[in-house]
């Protein structure tokens, strides 16, 4: 199952009122500490990957912080930001169907 179909399949049971029951809580308390866990560790290795190429004088120190993407990029980034954001909030707050 694809990413897309598992977050088509989680708002679907959302819009059911299936997406949670009380008892799983923990879980979802469970789920947010992991997920915190892994973005510290891409957080922590982005930034020793950035001083690694900065000591071996790939980059200068701050050129990844202090970088403008072009114009090519940037637009690239905003519309998988959109896109990864809107998945997310269709996940958590799935739109009401109309009958």
Known sequence: ???YDAGA????AARQGQMLRPQQLDD???TVLLLARELWVV???QR???ALLADHGIIAPGAVA???PGPA???EL???RARYTRALMETLSPPEEKG
């Open 28 to 30: 979802l308390g469970a």
């Open 48 to 50: 020793v990957l950035e």
């Open 66 to 68: 202090d970088h403008q």
């Open 78 to 80: 905003d519309a998988e």
């Open 9 to 12: 399949a989680a708002s679907r």
């Open 43 to 45: 957080k922590d290795r």
């Open 1 to 3: 199952m694809s990413d």
């Open 73 to 75: 990029l940037a637009a």
